[in-house]
């Protein structure tokens, strides 16, 4: 599909790569300086909602960059346009809720990475799209990196084929304990009142199933949750029949709070969890925040994080369908 809209005019920013003949991300700009305005985008994006999308799954990757986006109101506008259906967030990482569709991005420290991770990869509903507004972009640091999923997938067939095709078959399992309170001081310190909605256990472990997890209650107050069998790739519809590197192996392997192994109990070695993390690593985009940044991720296609960085830094969030 070629680049055909004339309300939006291609740029380009630090870090950009192109990947299998396309650029990630794609940055659309601002097509004269007098149509910077929120108002001007949302029209634009009201008239191009179907090509919009397109390029979304296309480039996997797309920011807007120049429009005079200031808060989160007008940045809830921006997601409504589409029509898109909410998805709300379930998972370890504290946030809180803004306005409307817009949450905080995870409120753990920035002084901690957060690991490449397809946004609830584990859950068995997940969002389509990841879109992320930079309103206070951070003096250092504080990138939000992203990898083309494909390509850990390649280079991991390359490398480890009986590996990915033993775990393939079997599957994977995960285990991860949700704390009794919420504890912000951790990138992963949601308590489960906070990642369940509720203050009863019945009702947690009821909601627990329904996302297809297996619980256990802690001495401590805390519940720990099991996955599995899940899936180590998945292909998609729509993106050229890819294989995507989709699970959280090495953000959950040998972790204080969690755990990855093969469904049937089978240990993963860790010189080749090691390696992906890599590979995942070198295959990674990442681009300078600047004020006022909207950025669309292909969920499907994309794993994302977020690097350490110096305060303050306000990225919000919103995830769709």
Not at 15 to 32: N, Q, S
Not at 182 to 189: E, L
Not at 253 to 267: F, R, V, Y
């Amino acid at each position: 599909m070629e680049y055909n809209c004339k309300e939006f005019k291609v740029g380009k920013c630090e870090g950009e790569k192109l990947v299998d003949g396309e650029t990630l991300p794609l940055v659309l700009t601002p097509p004269e300086a007098n149509k910077s305005g929120v108002d001007s985008l949302l029209e634009a994006l009201k008239n191009n909602k179907e090509w919009f999308d397109d390029m979304v799954t296309k480039n996997s990757a797309v920011l807007l960059r120049g429009f005079d986006v200031k808060n989160a109101v007008e940045f809830n506008d921006i997601i409504e346009t589409f029509g898109w259906d909410d998805i709300r967030y379930v998972g370890p990482a504290p946030r809180t809720h803004i306005h409307k569709r817009v949450w905080t991005a995870n409120e753990g420290p920035l002084s901690e990475f957060i690991y490449y991770h397809h946004e609830m990869v584990l859950i068995n509903e997940f969002p389509k799209k990841v879109i992320l507004f930079c309103e206070i972009p951070p003096p250092e640091g504080g990138e939000t990196p992203f990898v083309p999923s494909f390509k850990v997938t390649e280079r991991m067939m390359e490398e480890f084929p009986e590996f990915v095709e033993e775990v393939e078959a079997k599957g994977l399992r995960y285990t991860f304990t949700a704390l009794s309170n919420d504890n912000t001081t951790s990138m992963r310190g949601r308590g489960w009142q906070d990642a369940f909605a509720t203050q009863d256990q019945q009702e947690a472990e009821r909601r627990a199933r329904a996302l297809g997890m297996d619980v256990e209650w802690l001495e401590n107050g805390g519940i720990k949750t099991i996955l599995g069998p899940r899936p180590l790739t998945r292909v998609f519809e729509g993106r050229k029949g890819r294989r995507m590197w989709f699970n959280t192996l090495v953000g959950m392997h040998g972790k204080e709070l969690s755990s990855a192994m093969m469904a049937d109990g089978t240990e993963i070695p860790a010189n080749i969890v090691k390696r992906c993390e890599e590979i995942i690593e070198d295959e990674s985009i990442q681009f300078k925040w600047e004020k006022g940044d909207v950025l669309f991720l292909d969920n499907y296609a994309t794993l994302h994080g977020r690097r350490p960085s110096l305060p303050p830094r306000r990225v919000l969030v919103a995830t769709c369908k």
